[in-house]
């Protein structure tokens, strides 16, 4: 046990287990896709009934700015359920878990 961590294997390590987690995971990311798109395709049209068609810039900036946005947020997000999810960090023990810390 290097640097007092324990070493048991992941959830993770199991090639079936993996992919059925990283299926998943996909879903998640096309759901947050679809979603990114819809937000996008409403502040378009907020902007346009707003201010009219100003510049293309304008909604280019835009649809990059929001739209990548709710995928970090939904990428992030999808790798917290799946290490959470999946059984990796129930692995994971902690050296200073121990009853003086609580």
């Given at each position: 046990?290097?640097?007092?961590?324990?070493?048991?294997?992941?959830?993770?390590?199991?090639?079936?287990?993996?992919a059925?987690s990283?299926?998943?995971?996909?879903?998640?990311?096309?759901?947050?896709?679809?979603?990114?798109?819809?937000?996008?395709g409403?502040?378009?049209?907020?902007?346009?009934?707003?201010?009219?068609?100003?510049?293309?810039?304008?909604?280019?900036?835009?649809?990059?700015?929001?739209?990548?946005?709710?995928?970090?947020?939904?990428?992030?997000?999808?790798?917290?359920?799946?290490?959470?999810?999946?059984?990796?960090?129930?692995?994971?023990?902690?050296?200073?878990?121990?009853?003086?810390?609580?």
């Amino acid at each position: 046990m290097p640097n007092g961590f324990n070493l048991r294997p992941s959830p993770l390590d199991d090639p079936a287990h993996a992919a059925r987690s990283w299926a998943h995971y996909r879903r998640m990311l096309r759901f947050t896709a679809d979603l990114a798109l819809a937000v996008v395709g409403v502040v378009w049209v907020w902007l346009y009934h707003e201010f009219g068609l100003v510049s293309i810039h304008l909604y280019i900036a835009t649809a990059l700015g929001f739209g990548l946005t709710v995928m970090l947020v939904g990428a992030l997000m999808g790798l917290v359920f799946l290490s959470h999810t999946s059984g990796h960090d129930d692995v994971i023990e902690d050296p200073l878990d121990d009853e003086t810390w609580r």
